[in-house]
Every structure is written in C-alpha cells, then in structure tokens.
C-alpha cells in the first residue's frame, strides 16, 4: 500500500489535484483538512493489490 497526502491553497486546487491521483488508482482517506498555514489538505492511499484490505480483514 502506498500512502501520500497532496494540498492545494484553496479548495478547487485540492480538487483538481485529487481527482487526478483518483484517476491514477488513489483513493481518498478520511477527510480535507486546513492546515494553520491556510493550506487544504486531503490524505489518499493506493492498494498495490485490489484486495489487500480484504485478505487482512483490517479496514484502514
């Protein structure tokens, strides 16, 4: 599983840059957060096997 977390200085930049991780396998985890510096942040995470989740039983 690989893990990141992208930001945008408002919340159409966030947008846009999620939906292209989204576009490329990410999934989205949890939800946005505004940092102190004004900054949106969103974490995403992408499974290296589509059933990872599945064969630990764990839900992330």
Not at 33 to 39: K, P, S
């Amino acid at each position: 599983m690989d893990y990141t977390i992208v930001w945008g200085q408002n919340p159409e930049e966030l947008i846009k840059r999620v939906r292209e991780l989204i576009e490329a396998g990410w999934e989205t985890e949890g939800g946005v957060a505004v940092g102190t510096d004004g900054r949106f942040y969103q974490a995403l995470i992408r499974f290296d096997n589509d059933f990872d989740e599945y064969e630990t039983g764990q839900e992330l």
